[in-house]
C-alpha cells in the first residue's frame, strides 16, 4: 500500500482535483466546507488503472496550516506538487516543494491544475517554471501532468501517471517496529477511541497490545480498518483507523506514535544534520529558538549548533536540538524547522536521547558523520559507542533496523574485529557487544584496577569477582559474561574463586609462612578456643584465599577440614529431625553459644541452611 500527499498554494485546486480523482470530498470540516478553502488534513483513496489501491492525504496551502501540512505529509511515498495555471508558482507551492525535499521525498508527479483556464502558450510557460522549480530539489525530473478537475480533462492520464510512478517506488520497510504517528484522535459512539495515521515500521494486529509514546498510555487493538475496510493485519504504508480500547480520545494528542509496548522512548534531545534553505528569510545563531516538526508531532526547541555561532542560509551543519516537550522519533527520521510563520530548514535526526555535547570537537564529528553516512556496519558500532556494552537487540532499536538486520551486522562487525562480543554461544539477539575500542578500555581499566590492588595487597592472590565488577562499574546482564571473556582473553587469571593479573604471584617469607602454619594447627587442635590464636590480617586473608580457613564470623575461624566437618554434623541433624534451634546444635557440637551461631549463620549466608523463627532448616525444605 502506498501513500500520496497533495502539496501546493492555497487555492490551487488540491481538494478539487483529489475529489476528481477519487470520488471522495476531502474537506470533512463544516467550517472548510462554508469557507472553500482546506484547514486541516483530508483523506481518501482510490483504486488506480492496475488495480493497486492507493491512500491519498490532502493538505492545506494556507500559510497560516503549515503545521498541518506538516502532519501530513511525514509519512508520504509519492507527492502530487499542484500548481494552478492561472497562478503559477507562489509562495506556498516553494515553500511546501521545500517542506518536501527536506523530508527527503523523491518520488513525485508536478500537476497543474485548471488547465481550462489558460490557453497552450500559458500552459507551457507555466510547465517550465514548474519544471526549473524542480531542478534543484528530490523530485528533480518528476514528470509535469496538466489537468482540469472540471471537466475532467487529464484526470485519467493522471492517475496512470501515478500508478507508474508507483511502479518505480519501494515499499516501505517492515523492522518488526510498528509506529503510527497520530494525525486524529477521536471517539466514535459504541466504538470508543479511533486514532488514524500512516502506518510506517512494522505491522499491526487485531487483538495487539499497544502504547502511546510519549505518555505512556497503553491499550489493546479492538479493531483495524482502511479505506472503510476491516482488516485483520495493517502493513507498513497503510493508512489505518485504529480502534483502541483501554484508551480514551483525551489521552491521545495529535503527534504520539502508537507502538508496540516497551521498546520506543520520547526524547529531548537529539542530535541532527541540519540543512538551512538557501532562501530561508535569515539565519540562525547558536542557542537559536525554533520550532521541531517530524510526522505529526511538533515541539519547541533551541537548536545548538556544534560547529559554529552562526548558520546562515543554504548552509549545512552539525547540531543538537533540545526540546521543551518530548517527542518520540528514531535515528533517520526526517524533520522540519520552523520559525514564526517560516521555514528555516530541516535535516536528518542521526541520533536520540542524547547528552549535551562538548562543541567543535573533531571526533565527535566523526562519529556523528558515521552515524549518517558509514556503512550499515559502521552505523551499528557507532550505535554501540555511546550504549556499551548493549544487547543486539537493544542495538536494533536504537540504529532502527530490524533485530535480524541487527544480527547480521553484529556478526558482520564482530568477525571484521570492529566489535567484541561476550558469550562463548556465538553472536546471538541477546548477547552483550562492545565496540572493539570500547573492549579496550575496559582491559585496560581492568590491568589498572588489579594492578593497584595487588600494590596494596602483596599477600592476597586477588579479588573476588563481586568486588572487581563493582569497581570496574559493571552492571546488569554483561557483568559475568565480561569478566568471563577478561579470563578468557588472559587478560586476568582465575585461581582460588579469586580474580588476579596473571603475572601476579603471593610470594611469602620463610617466617611468615611458619606463622601462618602454626596458625592452622591451632586451630586444628582447638576448634573452640577460649581465646583464639590471632595471624597477621594480610596473612588470615591469604589463608582463606587459599581455602585453608574459613571465617565464620569476625573473630571465629576455623581450619578448613574442621569447619566441613562440623557443618556435616549439623546438615546430618537436620536431614534426621527435619529442623533444630541453636541449644540443640550447641548441644550436638559441644562447644558454646559464640561459635554455634557463627557457625549457623555462615551456613545461611552460604545458602545450606535457612532460618525459621529460632530454628535452622535444610535450604529447600
Known amino acids: 500500500?502506498?501513500?500520496?500527499?497533495?502539496?501546493?498554494?492555497?487555492?490551487?485546486?488540491?481538494?478539487?482535483?483529489?475529489?476528481?480523482?477519487?470520488?471522495?470530498?476531502?474537506?470533512?470540516?463544516?467550517?472548510?466546507?462554508?469557507?472553500?478553502?482546506?484547514?486541516?488534513?483530508?483523506?481518501a483513496w482510490v483504486t488506480l488503472p492496475s488495480g493497486r489501491e492507493v491512500s491519498i492525504v490532502d493538505v492545506p496551502g494556507h500559510e497560516r496550516f503549515i503545521k498541518n501540512m506538516l502532519a501530513g505529509v511525514g509519512g508520504i511515498d509519492l507527492a502530487l506538487l499542484i500548481v494552478a495555471a492561472d497562478e503559477s508558482v507562489m509562495p506556498q507551492t516553494r515553500e511546501h516543494l521545500a517542506i518536501l525535499d527536506l523530508l527527503g521525498v523523491r518520488r513525485g508527479l508536478a500537476v497543474i491544475t485548471k488547465a481550462d483556464l489558460a490557453d497552450a502558450d500559458i500552459l507551457a510557460l507555466v510547465q517550465l517554471e514548474v519544471e526549473e522549480l524542480l531542478d534543484t530539489t528530490t523530485l528533480a525530473g518528476s514528470p509535469v501532468h496538466a489537468v482540469s478537475a472540471t471537466t475532467g480533462e487529464g484526470v485519467q492520464e493522471l492517475a496512470a501517471a501515478i500508478?507508474?510512478?508507483?511502479?518505480?517506488?519501494?515499499?516501505?520497510?517492515?523492522?518488526?517496529?510498528?509506529r503510527l504517528p497520530v494525525d486524529r484522535s477521536f471517539a466514535v459512539a459504541g466504538f470508543g477511541t479511533v486514532v488514524t495515521g500512516t502506518l510506517i515500521d512494522g505491522t499491526l494486529e487485531a487483538g495487539q497490545p499497544v502504547e502511546i509514546v510519549p505518555g505512556g498510555v497503553q491499550g489493546r487493538i479492538r479493531g483495524l480498518q482502511s479505506h472503510r475496510q476491516k482488516i485483520d493485519t495493517a502493513s507498513p504504508g497503510n493508512r489505518v483507523a485504529v480502534n483502541l480500547s483501554g484508551v480514551s480520545a483525551q489521552e491521545i494528542n495529535r503527534g504520539g506514535v502508537l507502538t508496540r509496548p516497551g521498546w520506543l522512548r520520547a526524547t529531548r534531545a537529539v542530535d541532527v544534520r541540519l540543512h538551512l534553505l538557501s532562501d530561508a528569510p535569515h539565519g540562525i545563531r547558536h542557542n537559536f529558538p525554533a520550532t521541531f516538526?517530524?510526522?505529526?508531532?511538533?515541539?519547541?526547541a533551541k537548536v545548538r549548533l556544534l560547529e559554529d555561532d552562526e548558520l546562515a542560509p543554504g548552509g549545512e551543519a552539525w547540531a543538537q536540538v533540545w526540546l521543551e516537550e518530548p517527542i518520540a522519533v528514531v535515528?533517520?527520521?526526517?524533520?522540519?524547522?520552523?520559525?514564526?510563520?517560516?521555514?528555516l530548514g530541516g535535516g536528518t535526526v542521526v541520533d536520540v536521547d542524547v547528552k549535551r555535547h562538548r562543541r567543535r570537537r573533531a571526533p565527535l564529528f566523526e562519529r556523528l558523520g558515521r552515524l549518517a553516512e558509514g556503512s550499515p556496519t559502521a552505523q551499528l558500532v557507532s550505535a554501540l559507542e555511546d550504549q556499551e556494552p548493549a544487547s543486539v537487540g537493544a542495538l536494533a532499536r536504537r540504529a532502527n533496523v530490524s533485530?535480524?538486520?541487527?544480527?547480521?551486522?553484529?556478526r558482520e562487525a564482530v568477525a571484521e574485529g570492529s566489535a567484541v562480543a561476550l558469550g562463548a554461544e556465538g553472536v546471538t539477539a541477546g548477547t552483550q557487544l562492545y565496540t572493539a575500542a570500547g573492549w579496550g578500555r575496559l582491559c585496560g581499566s581492568t590491568r589498572t584496577t588489579l594492578g593497584a590492588f595487588h600494590r596494596e595487597f602483596p599477600l592476597r592472590e586477588g579479588m573476588t569477582r563481586e568486588e572487581l565488577r563493582s569497581r570496574l562499574g559493571l552492571r546488569?546482564?554483561?557483568?559475568?559474561?565480561?569478566?568471563?571473556?577478561?579470563?578468557?582473553?588472559?587478560?586476568?587469571?582465575?585461581?582460588?574463586?579469586?580474580?588476579?593479573?596473571?603475572?601476579?604471584?603471593?610470594?611469602?617469607?620463610?617466617?611468615?609462612?611458619?606463622?601462618?602454619?602454626?596458625?592452622?594447627?591451632?586451630l586444628e587442635r582447638d576448634p573452640f578456643p577460649q581465646e583464639a590464636p590471632t595471624v597477621a590480617p594480610e596473612l588470615l586473608a591469604l589463608l582463606a584465599e587459599q581455602g585453608r580457613v574459613v571465617r565464620a564470623a569476625q573473630g571465629v575461624v576455623f581450619d578448613a577440614s574442621t569447619y566441613e566437618r562440623l557443618a556435616g554434623e549439623v546438615t546430618s541433624l537436620l536431614r534426621a529431625q527435619g529442623k533444630a534451634t541453636v541449644a540443640e546444635v550447641r548441644d550436638l557440637l559441644g562447644t558454646s553459644r559464640k561459635y554455634t551461631l557463627a557457625l549457623l549463620e555462615h551456613l545461611d549466608d552460604e545458602k545450606v541452611t535457612r532460618r525459621v523463627g529460632d530454628e535452622r532448616m535444610l535450604l529447600g525444605e
Do not use: C, W
Not at 488540491?14 to 463544516?30: E, H
Open 1 to 43: 500500500m502506498y501513500v500520496i500527499g497533495t502539496a501546493g498554494h492555497v487555492d490551487h485546486g488540491k481538494s478539487t482535483l483529489v475529489q476528481a480523482l477519487t470520488g471522495i470530498d476531502p474537506d470533512r470540516l463544516v467550517e472548510e466546507k462554508r469557507r472553500g478553502m482546506t484547514i486541516d488534513l483530508g483523506f
Open 163 to 178: 500508478d507508474a510512478a508507483l511502479d518505480e517506488t519501494e515499499q516501505r520497510r517492515d523492522v518488526g517496529r510498528p
Open 293 to 300: 516538526h517530524a510526522f505529526a508531532a511538533e515541539a519547541p
Open 331 to 343: 535515528r533517520g527520521d526526517h524533520f522540519v524547522l520552523r520559525s514564526a510563520d517560516a521555514t
Open 403 to 410: 533485530e535480524a538486520e541487527a544480527l547480521a551486522l553484529a
Open 476 to 522: 546488569g546482564n554483561a557483568a559475568q559474561p565480561a569478566l568471563d571473556r577478561l579470563v578468557a582473553d588472559g587478560v586476568v587469571g582465575a585461581s582460588g574463586g579469586v580474580l588476579r593479573l596473571p603475572e601476579h604471584s603471593v610470594e611469602v617469607t620463610a617466617q611468615q609462612r611458619a606463622a601462618m602454619d602454626a596458625y592452622v594447627a591451632a
